[in-house]
């Protein structure tokens, strides 16, 4: 199995994990959304701002084929990534996907504390207000494509850190 990759909602906490997680297991670090502004040298915000989603969409595309194109890495998506069918069907079958969750009070908690124009609305409404509904848009498709689900509002880093690890070495054995 190459590389281990994580999905979830936004503000789950798939960058602080994924950075412990890689730096546990002594793979590289890959995020995608970071990725993405890299090549295009600008910000989320700016460039949905400039080109809109579907744009935006496009480039994540390449960015998770890119990600995912060396094995011991540990990436953490965006958390729109999951709508790449196409792409996460192949992802998952050589790779170890881990769905982030959590409640949607922290959830609300969390992206109430975000910066302003950090993470751009993706519906029009305010991010807390959209929250539910594409939460509930996505939920099927975190479920589809993860090998694990793991309770990150509940745990602590270390904790999810952990739980990812073990099942990881679990699969190791069974997932070519
Ligand atoms: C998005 C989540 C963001 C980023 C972009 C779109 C989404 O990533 O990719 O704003 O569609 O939920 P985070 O999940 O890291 O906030």
Redesign the pocket.
């Known amino acids: 199995m190459c590389c281990i990759v994580l999905i979830?909602?936004?503000?789950?906490g798939?960058?602080s994990a994924g950075r412990l997680l890689a730096d546990r297991l002594e793979y590289d670090f890959v995020d995608?959304?970071q990725l993405i502004c890299e090549m295009q040298a600008a910000t989320?915000a700016e460039i949905?701002e400039k080109k809109g989603w579907q744009i935006?969409r496009r480039y994540?595309e390449e960015a998770l084929r890119i990600a995912v194109s060396r094995p011991r890495r540990v990436i953490?998506?965006?958390?729109?990534?999951v709508?790449h069918q196409e792409v996460f069907e192949q992802i998952r079958r050589q790779n170890f996907v881990v769905w982030l969750r959590a409640d949607l009070k922290i959830l609300e908690q969390r992206l109430a504390m975000a910066k302003e124009g950090e993470?751009?609305s993706?519906t029009g409404a305010s991010i807390v207000a959209e929250m539910k509904d594409?939460l509930e848009q996505r939920t099927p498709l975190y479920r589809r494509f993860s090998d694990l689900a793991v309770d990150s509002g509940k745990l602590d880093i270390d904790s999810v850190v952990a739980e990812i690890t073990t099942a990881y070495y679990a699969a190791l054995s069974t997932k070519t």
């Open positions: 979830g909602y936004r503000a789950v798939k960058t995608t959304d989320v949905v935006f994540e953490s998506t965006g958390g729109g990534a709508l993470r751009p993706l594409v």
